[in-house]
């Protein structure tokens, strides 16, 4: 039988990137979907292995963008209530959040993190995360722990990075998933340039030679986590 993941984008250009390679070296297909430019969501879920819900420009809070409603409608209806793996990223995981109960907000001196920044674990998150590692990051908006789950990991400015819910609902706030021209595309468009000049904004080009300096860890932590809590359903919390 095949092996597929069911993959959700928020934008027509939106790029699985590193996490898309993984999934497919690994024999996995992937199923794009993209709500919020008219795509279907499936109603049954049996024939996929695991979901991945990707970031986006969107809120988790865009009650009046029907692709996000129909989304958070979608979690809490279809997706959450099955035993597969799920892992959300960025806006994917606030959306999680938010269909669990937890509030999603900005930062309340309204920092962001865009570009490189150290995460770090909990206690509880020292086989999810080893080690405090650098990794990528865009976001203004974060979630708190949803009840029940269990916190993985947090950031100075954002104690909200990672949580688990039933040891294979995963949410993460940054982004494994990026490659160099990933973040070179993101820069440069004109919604991300804008953004640079934020609080807790790197420029492009420090964003770049972070890249090159943080990367290889990055990606070495998407490797274990794929082949072990994503695909393996390894416990991570014993």
Excluded at 59 to 80: C, F, K, Q, Y
Excluded at 145 to 150: E, T, V
Aim: some cysteine; proline content about 7%; glycine content about 10%.
């Amino acid at each position: 039988m095949a092996q597929e993941i069911l993959i959700i984008v928020h934008q027509e250009a939106s790029n699985p990137g590193l996490v898309g390679e993984g999934l497919v070296s690994r024999g996995y297909t992937l199923d794009r979907r993209c709500p919020c430019m008219g795509d279907a969501l499936p109603a049954e879920l049996s024939r996929y292995d695991g979901v991945v819900v990707f970031g986006g420009p969107q809120s988790a809070n865009d009650d009046h963008i029907p692709g996000i409603r129909a989304e958070l409608d979608w979690l809490e209806a279809t997706v959450l209530p099955t035993d597969m793996p799920v892992l959300g990223i960025c806006l994917g995981a606030q959306q999680i959040a938010r269909v669990m109960g937890a509030k999603v907000a900005p930062h309340p001196k309204g920092v962001v993190e865009i570009g490189y920044w150290e995460v770090s674990p909990t206690e509880a998150g020292q086989a999810f995360l080893p080690a405090p590692t650098m990794f990528y990051q865009w976001h203004a908006e974060t979630f708190e722990i949803p009840a029940g789950a269990i916190h993985l990991a947090g950031s100075s400015s954002f104690p909200g990075q990672a949580y688990v819910y039933n040891n294979r609902i995963f949410g993460i706030e940054f982004h494994p998933e990026m490659t160099r021209q990933m973040i070179d595309r993101w820069c440069s468009s004109e919604t991300g340039s804008s953004k640079l000049s934020l609080c807790g904004a790197q420029q492009h080009k420090e964003q770049l030679k972070n890249h090159d300096l943080f990367a290889s860890a990055s990606k070495s932590w998407l490797d274990q986590f794929l082949d072990g809590p994503f695909l393996s359903g390894s416990n991570i919390t014993s």
